[in-house]
């Protein structure tokens, strides 16, 4: 699992690893929180930016993807894509809004959405 800092942004987080805005009803919570994320429900997109390609594990058809946010945030990212990619390479990732876990940062405990 990927874990990834959230900021509060007004009614919602944003993720700055991912460049995206998530709803959550604990937005503006005084806590730390933080997101989970499994590496197959992050996808990349290779005309993205902002994170940086480590390396590529080919296993077949499915390749896990190492790469590091530009806040050094590491993630693995499990990708059926066939493109050519590989390690120094700058992309992007997409995550689908209802594809994640939200946890306190200082306890670990899970927080239900």
């Given at each position: ?40 429900r992050l ?6 930016q902002g ?63």
């Amino acid at each position: 699992m990927n874990f990834l800092q959230v900021l509060p942004r007004g009614d919602d987080f944003f993720v700055p690893a991912l460049n995206k805005v998530i709803a959550c009803s604990h937005a503006g919570a005084s806590q730390k929180l933080e997101i989970g994320v499994r590496p197959e429900r992050l996808d990349i997109d290779v005309t993205g930016q902002g994170i940086t390609v480590e390396l590529v594990e080919k296993l077949g058809n499915i390749n896990f993807v190492h790469v590091v946010s530009s806040l050094g945030e590491r993630l693995t990212i499990s990708s059926t894509l066939h493109q050519s990619i590989g390690s120094g390479d700058t992309v992007g990732a997409r995550l689908s809004q209802d594809d994640y876990f939200i946890f306190d940062r200082a306890t670990g405990a899970r927080i239900l959405a």
